[in-house]
Structure formats: C-alpha cells, structure tokens
C-alpha cells in the first residue's frame, strides 16, 4: 500500500514487520496512542503473549483478531481490538477502541453499602438495648 494513502486511513493502522517494528502509520493513530517505532512499547505486559501469536501467524493470509490492552496517548491502559492481516512479510494491523470492560459503577456499590450500614446501625442499636437490659439485672 502506497505510505501517502495508509496516512489517511481514518483509524489506528501500523503497517509493521514480523519483529512489530512500525514501518508505516496512519495519521489518526497518534491521536490514540504515541507515535512509537515499535508495537511492543505500548502493549501491556500482559497481553505480549497474545502479540507473539497475532506475529507469528506471518504465513496465514486470514485475519487474526485479539483484544489487547494498548497504553494511550494519555498514558492510561485502553481496550483495543486489534486485527492483523499478512501480505508477506508486512502485517497491517487495525486497532479500533473496544467497549470498556464493564466495571461496577459507585451507584452499584453504594446501594449495597447503604444497606449495610442500615444493618450494622440497626445491630448497634440492638447491642446498647442488651447493654442497657443487662446494666439493669446487674443492679
């Protein structure tokens, strides 16, 4: 692909080598993520090993696909969906922002706190009452 027409594709695309050094990029791709010279400085220690895999399947010509943890411009970890194709020994790859892994939000886990500390507030109460009960026969 000519490097004037990749630098518009209009998402995340690195044209790279079997070893994930960056040969080509789009332009947007640095509104995502820091320009780099290697894929493998922006990829979570924890998905390298899903990286080897999309690298190593140079000789498949069908896509592979994975979801991999990228950091970003920002220096925050983001879901990406990543797709590599092979033509030879150029892999280009296309990562698009995946959904968010859903995390429970403070609304989800207040309304259980509140509720426990309805709980633990009725329990409290409970215990002075014994106390107070027991205070007495002692007298």
């Not at 990749?6 to 998402?11: G, L």
């Not at 983001?78 to 995390?103: M, P, R, Y």
């Amino acid at each position: 692909m000519d490097t004037s027409t990749t630098k518009w594709i209009p998402v995340p695309y690195f044209q790279i080598n079997q070893e994930g050094a960056i040969l080509n990029s789009s332009n947007i791709t640095h509104s995502y993520l820091h320009p780099i010279s290697n894929i493998w400085t922006i990829i979570h220690k924890e998905d390298r090993n899903k990286a080897i895999v999309m690298l190593s399947q140079s000789t498949n010509s069908d896509p592979v696909t994975k979801h991999l943890i990228l950091q970003t411009r920002n220096g925050f970890f983001g879901n990406f969906k990543c797709t590599i194709q092979w033509d030879g020994s150029i892999g280009h790859l296309v990562c698009t922002e995946a959904k968010i892994i859903k995390v429970p939000s403070v609304l989800s886990v207040q309304k259980p706190l509140v509720n426990t500390q309805k709980r633990l507030e009725e329990s409290e109460k409970h215990v002075n009452n014994v106390t107070k009960i027991l205070n007495m026969r002692k007298h």
